[in-house]
């Protein structure tokens, strides 16, 4: 087995760990992370009935909220955005679902951004 088949599989393992304890609910849909280089995603989806509520992400930015700021500080505004969104559509509480990542850097700094937007974990 190849390097990158086991770096998927340990990969997926840990996805699969952290979704086994996190399942959203039409009163706390899961907010879910997708963080690549160079952007950071947000997604509130209710897995009851498997619909995505509120999306966003840094491209959804205006052009000078993003430029010349460190990827934390626009992850924070994403988190923001993504409540604003999610509050919006009524939802004031969700499950935070980091994926297969550490907990801090911008998946945190999109957590606190997104309390601070009004959400509550």
């Known amino acids: 087995m190849n390097t990158q088949r086991k770096i998927q599989a340990s990969r997926k393992r840990r996805i699969a760990r952290v979704r086994a304890k996190v399942t959203g609910s ?32 840094d491209i959804d930015l205006e052009k000078d909220a993003v430029k010349g700021k460190k990827k934390v500080e626009v992850s924070q ?11 919006a559509k009524g939802v004031t509480s969700v499950v935070f679902d980091r994926r297969d990542k550490k ?15 009004g959400l509550n974990f």
Request: charged content about 30%; aromatic content about 4%; glycine content about 8%.
């Open 26 to 57: 039409a009163e706390r849909p899961r907010l879910t992370v997708r963080r690549s280089l160079k952007h950071v995603y947000a997604q509130v989806i209710d897995d009851a009935i498997g619909k995505t509520i509120a999306t966003a992400s």
């Open 103 to 117: 907990f801090h850097g911008r998946i945190k700094a999109l957590a606190e951004g997104a309390r601070q937007g």
């Open 77 to 87: 505004a994403v988190g923001a955005l993504v409540a604003e969104r999610a509050k």
